[in-house]
């Protein structure tokens, strides 16, 4: 059975910093892609930011310049870095993850509060 484990989020000040991450397992797959999506009450969940198996990166343009996403491929973990963090970019954090057999998973979501 595919398990999503999310860690990091939680409240931070305008400016600040936070990281989090997400690792997968019980999967006979690997991995093709590993994603960050958001979803802030009232609104559609976004892609924030996605990382292919042969490192393709994307990052949504409201996080450019702020938001790094990484992926250690040996541990199937997936990490989103996020500076220079605003209130707008409080939501629930969710993992995603695309294996080579067509599948996606979800995680359970992390919230990410930004407020002073």
């Known amino acids: 059975q595919v398990q999503l484990v999310e860690s990091g989020g939680g409240l931070v000040q305008p400016g600040g910093s936070l990281r989090v991450s997400c690792a997968a397992s019980g999967s006979k797959f690997s991995i093709y892609a590993m994603g960050w999506y958001r979803q802030a009450p009232g609104k559609a969940r976004e892609l924030v930011a996605r990382i292919t198996n042969d490192s393709k990166i994307f990052h949504t343009d409201s996080v450019k310049g702020r938001f790094t996403i990484s992926r250690d491929n040996a541990r199937n973990t997936v990490h989103l870095q996020m500076n220079s963090l605003k209130p707008e970019d409080s939501a629930v954090y969710y993992c995603?993850?695309?294996?080579?057999?067509?599948?996606?998973?979800w995680g359970t979501g992390t919230q990410v509060t930004v407020s002073s």
């Open positions: 995603n993850v695309l294996f080579s057999d067509g599948n996606g998973y």
